[in-house]
């Protein structure tokens, strides 16, 4: 089982990025997915949570309004969409997967904690500069 990123990079404040991560070894459109970040010198936060199976998606304050994930499950693969970017959105990026099927009255909490989840990608840096 393996999760690979790709897509991190440096990009100007308001801009867009697209973040993929791409499983091997599992269904990934049978899985809860989540995406979670760490800027330098803080902990890490969950920031998205997607239940492909139910529809539930659950979608931190900071990433409200500005961040996407989606799955397409011809090419097994998660996407991190990413539009006005702000420096404070500077960190390493993760993908990582569970089996279990995380229901929306406990997104939140479940999809905060990344002990819940089994599987990680390696990490992509983003960089927002001013």
């Known amino acids: 089982v393996q999760l690979v990123e790709s897509g991190g990079g440096l990009v100007q404040t308001g801009g867009s990025l697209r973040l993929s991560c791409a499983a091997s070894?599992?269904?990934?459109?049978?899985?809860?997915v989540a995406w979670f970040r760490q800027a330098p010198g803080k902990g890490r936060e969950g920031i998205l949570c997607f239940n492909r199976v139910t529809g539930d998606k659950f979608s931190s304050d900071s990433a409200k309004g500005r961040l996407d994930t989606d799955i397409d499950t011809a090419k097994n693969t998660v996407y991190l969409q990413m539009s006005s970017l702000k420096p404070e959105d500077t960190a390493v990026y993760y993908c990582?997967?569970?089996?279990?099927?995380?229901?929306?009255?406990?997104?939140?909490?479940?999809?905060?904690?990344?002990?819940?989840?089994?599987?990680w990608g390696q990490g992509t840096q983003v960089t927002v500069s001013y």
């Open positions: 070894g599992l269904p990934i459109g049978e899985y809860t």
């Open positions: 990582a997967a569970t089996r279990t099927q995380f229901l929306r009255p406990d997104l939140r909490i479940r999809c905060s904690e990344g002990s819940n989840f089994a599987y």
